[in-house]
């Protein structure tokens, strides 16, 4: 296959190489681009499905309901 064949489907990366660039860690500001636009570091599909991942997930979850309980119990107090 020649570059120039290679090359008439340039079109099919761009998304995915505008992806990694987004994402890459840049080395004089230790910051992506991602994370300086957004704020927050980009989430990949693949973090979610890691054990560490999913249990602090679940933490917040559980936070977050012992959090409405507390919430609910004061405005049934209140009614």
């Known amino acids: 296959m020649k570059l120039v ?3 008439a489907e340039w079109d099919i990366f761009v998304e995915l190489a505008l992806w990694m660039h987004r994402t890459s860690i840049n080395s ?3 910051l992506s681009p991602f994370m300086i636009v957004y704020g927050i570091q980009p989430q990949f599909s ?4 890691q054990p560490q991942n999913l249990w602090n997930r679940m933490m917040q979850i559980v936070k977050g309901l012992l959090r409405l309980r507390d ?8 009614a």
Do not use: G, L, N, V
């Open 71 to 78: 919430h609910a119990k004061i405005a049934i107090k209140k």
């Open 46 to 49: 693949a973090d979610q499905f």
């Open 28 to 30: 004089f500001t230790q």
């Open 5 to 7: 064949d290679e090359s």
